[in-house]
């Protein structure tokens, strides 16, 4: 099995510099900005990603983890943040399972 990615150094920190900018403008929107920042650099990063030379996509939509963001949100605070333990593992099964290859 052949895996490579084909984005480049330059894009990958202008896109992380943006996400870091957007920090603020996130707390105000109540979190959708980071969402959507999430879902533009997931999807990039799946655009630039060939396995067996099928290139890879996202399907995650930004609303589709606000949606989540909120769920996990209410879990932290009714565990008394014990949900807290689990939260990347989480996240990061939520981006695997919005990852797919273009078949």
């Known amino acids: ?19 870091l900018l957007l920090g603020i403008p996130s707390i105000l929107t ?3 900005v980071g969402c959507w920042h999430t879902c533009y650099f997931q999807r990039w990063i799946a655009n630039n990603t060939y396995i067996d030379g099928q290139q890879m996509r996202f ?6 983890l606000w949606v989540r963001q909120i769920k996990w949100l209410l879990l932290t605070l009714i565990t008394v943040f014990i949900y807290l333990i689990v939260l990347p593992q989480r996240y990061q099964k939520w ?9």
């Open 1 to 19: 099995m052949e895996s490579r990615f084909t984005g480049s150094g330059l894009g990958y920190f202008g896109r992380s510099l943006l996400g």
């Open 30 to 32: 109540l979190g959708i």
């Open 59 to 64: 399907t995650g939509t930004t609303m589709g």
């Open 95 to 103: 981006i695997v399972e919005n990852t797919h290859c273009n078949r």
